[in-house]
């Protein structure tokens, strides 16, 4: 599609209005430039153009319907841009100027999503940014009847949201009412401290493999406090805690191994432990501890914000409104969970957030002390505490790069954080099938560039 013309857009959906010139020449293979004004909000625009395009529009009335025809769009008018008027305007000058090139990640990303997309397996948001560049894709495969995604869809972040934990954690320890070297059972004041946060479903793999009477669970809170297994033992996941494996009910179980302290085993109730930790050191429950020090600090809306947590002893669900219907893959495709997976503002994750919202969180924790302290904010990617360090040469890539998986049955999610000369590259998976995640790797990789040798 080539008008031989810019245009210039403004769309209003969800009560914003967004502005800017469309560079037309280049929509027929897909890609296009966008000139955000009045601060406009790119990523957003991307993706609404992204939606629009799937229609496959020849002219910019068939465009401009396109963009009607989104649920959340009220109002769109475009007016072609005199060419006298590209003057200063670096991606909107005529041929022969040097026109802006895409960072090397970026270009990289948005070769995958395109083959992503050609395979029609993948269902959810993707998107990737650096600095004022980004790459996104909103996928629903013919196998899963689903509306349409965008940027504002809430997804189950799964386990992506131990991150929360983990910084909430250093904030106390920042405040003085924590310290990393203690051990936990310093801070739980009661032996129902010890117990799980809520009783929902989210819970239901792990429940059962941890003690179920009042005996073997005074035999964990005796083992924990024995073997004075610390906060930060918890952060790394290295306290022993053997929750989540089949209990063997013809051998005595063990639900802390001495043995595998200091020793990397993956533990969602040593996070528990450290919601339980953050509520008495705070003086306000966990949830509300996430939203206000965390989300709201990052300056997501306050109702995204409210939507992303709930109080699990008060069973506030208002967190699953508009989420997507949750799909497993079988032998015949993909089946709807009938039994949805309740998100666990619990330690263990789960917030119901949308890519835009886990991105700027991501950018305000990372780019800003607004969260953190550069000191701290340092002691928390050298120490792996909430989120995992991987140094790129272990697995045969020069860069760095931080993150944390999450996944349950029926939903999937991912976020990585590259690091670079140019800044910080994020990439963010969200989907509601329970194996969406299984391509986080390959798009990671296919950022991180060419492989090196193994030390």
Avoid at 296 to 322: F, T
Avoid at 326 to 337: C, E, P, T, V
Avoid at 392 to 399: D, I, N, T
Avoid at 411 to 437: R, V, W
Wanted: hydrophobic share 30%.
């Amino acid at each position: 599609m080539s008008l031989g013309n810019d245009f210039h857009f403004k769309i209003s959906t969800g009560g914003k209005t967004y502005e800017f010139d469309l560079r037309t020449a280049q929509m027929g293979s897909g890609r296009f430039s966008i000139i955000p004004k009045n601060e406009a909000d790119a990523t957003a625009i991307n993706m609404l153009l992204q939606r629009a395009f799937e229609e496959n529009p020849s002219t910019v009335e068939e465009l401009s319907r396109g963009l009607k025809h989104i649920p959340s769009v009220t109002h769109v008018s475009a007016h072609p841009i005199s060419k006298t008027h590209r003057v200063g305007i670096q991606s909107l000058q005529t041929e022969g100027a040097k026109k802006t090139v895409k960072s090397k990640r970026i270009q990289a990303a948005e070769g995958f999503l395109q083959k992503l997309k050609k395979k029609d397996e993948f269902s959810g948001v993707i998107l990737v940014q650096q600095g004022k560049e980004s790459a996104m894709q909103a996928f629903s495969p013919k196998g899963i009847e689903q509306a349409r995604f965008d940027l504002d869809t809430p997804f189950n972040i799964a386990s992506v949201g131990k991150w929360f934990t983990g910084i909430a954690v250093l904030q106390l320890v920042e405040q003085g009412k924590l310290d990393l070297e203690q051990p936990v059972w310093k801070y739980l004041l009661d032996p129902s401290d010890y117990q799980l946060l809520g009783t929902h479903s989210s819970h239901s793999e792990y429940r059962s493999s941890l003690p179920q009477n009042e005996k073997d669970m005074g035999k964990l809170i005796e083992d924990i406090k024995k073997s004075g297994i610390t906060i930060r033992q918890l952060l790394t996941m290295k306290s022993g805690l053997e929750d989540g494996d089949p209990i063997d009910k013809e051998k005595p179980r063990t639900f802390l191994d001495p043995e595998g302290i200091n020793k990397e085993r993956y533990s969602n109730y040593g996070y528990q432990l450290l919601a339980r930790v953050i509520q008495n050191q705070s003086g306000i429950t966990f949830s509300e501890y996430i939203k206000d020090n965390i989300l709201l600090k990052s300056g997501i809306s306050s109702e995204n914000a409210a939507r992303a947590v709930y109080d699990v002893e008060s069973n506030d669900y208002q967190s699953l409104q508009n989420a997507p219907d949750q799909f497993q893959k079988s032998d015949n495709g993909y089946s709807k969970l009938t039994d949805r997976i309740i998100p666990s503002t619990d330690g263990n994750g789960c917030y119901r957030m949308n890519a835009k919202d886990l991105l700027t969180v991501s950018r305000s924790i990372m780019e800003t002390e607004d969260i953190l302290s550069s000191s701290i904010k340092t002691k928390m990617l050298e120490g792996a505490l909430g989120i995992y360090n991987k140094s790129g040469q272990s697995v045969g890539y020069k860069s760095k790069f931080y993150g944390r998986p999450g996944e349950d049955l029926g939903m999937s999610a991912g976020l990585d954080i590259i690091e670079g000369e140019e800044g910080f590259t994020y990439s963010i998976i969200l989907s509601n099938q329970g194996d969406g995640n299984k391509c986080r790797g390959d798009l990671r990789n296919t950022m991180l560039g060419p492989r090196i040798d193994k030390p």
